[in-house]
């Protein structure tokens, strides 16, 4: 399976601003659903967002005011743009690929994840 290594996270405090990145070089961004998802202790992992093959873009609710998706496909990154953090924004970051659902980002065919990576926000 091609790996998936994300960085970017730390520690911030609240209203702060983090950039996660997440590089794939096995993959063909273009071809390829990639998302953001975050999983905190003693809760599921949930989708943060996610750009389709295309460069659409779907976000959770409630970070669809703060968070920005990009990727750039020449360099076969992702990116996560998160502005106004909140405490409850804290949680292990994990990027991840569908391949399976290009278009339409279907969540549960996320099938290759990253190790994930920390972010904390103390408020």
């Known amino acids: 399976q091609v790996p998936l290594v994300e960085s970017g996270g730390g520690s911030v405090q609240a209203g702060g601003s983090l950039t996660l990145s997440c590089t794939a070089s096995?993959?063909?961004?273009?071809?390829?659903?990639m998302g953001w998802f975050r999983q905190a202790p003693g809760e599921e992992r949930e989708k943060v967002a996610s750009?389709?093959?295309?460069?659409?873009?779907t976000y959770k609710d409630s970070v669809r005011a703060r968070f920005t998706i990009s990727k750039d496909n020449a360099k076969n990154t992702l990116y996560l743009q998160m502005n106004s953090l909140k405490p409850e924004d804290t949680a292990m970051y994990y990027c991840?690929?569908?391949?399976?659902?290009?278009?339409?980002?279907?969540?549960?065919?996320?099938?290759?994840y990253g190790q994930g990576t920390q972010v904390t926000v103390s408020s």
């Open positions: 750009i389709s093959g295309g460069g659409s873009t």
């Open positions: 096995g993959y063909s961004f273009s071809r390829v659903c």
């Open positions: 991840a690929a569908n391949r399976q659902s290009p278009t339409l980002c279907l969540t549960p065919l996320f099938d290759a």
